[in-house]
């Protein structure tokens, strides 16, 4: 089930149109992935750190995303400097650590925690399906708004349906264990999910049908993109044109 924690609070970035948020957090992030010196890798960390402060999210739920974010980072670490080559800044053993791998192994750290702030403070403070409006507003293909915006409504009956197989499957004495046995269970507990997904998936298209679905959605909550968004958007565009200045600077 898709928690939205971040999309309840009353800061200043909460009340901004998402379309907004979603054209900075675009804008900062396609930036911040691309630079490659560490003075506009920190600039950009920084800049997330100061708009999670900004939306005054909870500290603790943000340490905990990253600390998932950083997990994987840390294979990063274990695996880029002693592969990447180049001149070795110390050896541990007999494994040479290169001084070109800690470089980029940094940067990728400094860029993806960066980003993730970006992104808990600037989309995910506002609901998917506003999101999922927002990007249809902004002009990207509509099928794929409705994809996202049917994958938040019911992965949680997908998930649903998982948990009744697997509870059906230890009525029946199935104990999970590293074994063939087990894996071909799961496989076809996942085929048996994906198989009554796309059922309910046709039944739920024919129901819409039958209400005069005619492919766009229509809501009674509408956007307002005021002076204010305005002014965010455009402090948003020129902060990622300064951190590609101060890319090019370094």
Known sequence: MI????????????????????IAAVALSVVLALVQTFPAAGAGLALGIILTVLARLDAREVLRRLLVVNAFILFIWLLMPPTYGGAAAFHLGPIPYS?????????????S???VLMLMALAATSTLVDMGRAMESLGLPATLCRLLLYTVRYL??????FHRLARA????????????HTCRTYGNMIAMTMVRSYNRAKRVHQAMLLRGFNGRFVSLHTFSFRAWDVCFTAVAILTAVGLAAIELAG
């Open 3 to 22: 928690r939205e924690q971040f999309a309840q609070g009353d800061s200043f970035l909460h009340r901004l149109d998402p379309r907004a948020k979603l």
């Open 99 to 111: 001084r070109a791998g800690i470089r980029l192994a940094a940067l990728i750290t400094l860029k």
């Open 113 to 115: 925690n960066g980003i």
């Open 156 to 161: 949680s009956v997908i998930e649903d349906e």
């Open 169 to 180: 499957a230890a009525l029946r004495g199935f104990v999970p264990k590293l074994s063939i």
